[in-house]
């Protein structure tokens, strides 16, 4: 079974940039996308970013537009999510999920596994 395993959480201060990793274990494909959500205190779960396993993605948040690179490394089963000029607003926890399949969706209904989350703070 696919385990994830997210790092790279933190405190940031304002205008910062951070790079968070998700690890995949127990099973290796190119045929498995990965998403990356983010869920602040009282808010729903929202969709940031998605990869394919053979490396096109999509930015799904319009309020991380412009700043935020995914990539993916597969010797290392793994995928980074870079974020630029940091806001308290992208205070959150991060998860990422995974799916076999070719095409990325924005509900977490779309995705059969999950990380436990890395919690971001944007904060002076």
């Known amino acids: 079974q696919l385990q994830l395993v997210e790092s790279g959480g933190g405190l940031v201060q304002p205008g910062g940039s951070l790079k968070l990793s998700c690890a995949a274990s127990g099973y290796t494909s190119d045929n498995y996308l990965i998403g990356w959500f983010r869920q602040a205190p009282g808010k729903e779960r929202e969709a940031v970013s998605c990869?394919?396993?053979?490396?096109?993605?999509?930015n799904y948040a319009d309020s991380v537009k412009g700043r935020i690179t995914i990539s993916r490394d597969h010797a290392k089963n793994t995928v980074y999510v870079e974020m630029d000029s940091l806001k308290p607003e992208d205070t959150a926890t991060y998860y990422c999920?995974?799916?076999?399949?070719?095409?990325?969706?924005?509900?977490?209904?779309?995705?059969?596994?999950w990380g436990q989350g890395t919690q971001v703070t944007v904060s002076s």
């Open positions: 999920a995974a799916n076999e399949g070719y095409s990325c969706s924005r509900e977490a209904l779309g995705y059969a596994y």
């Open positions: 990869i394919l396993g053979r490396g096109g993605f999509i």
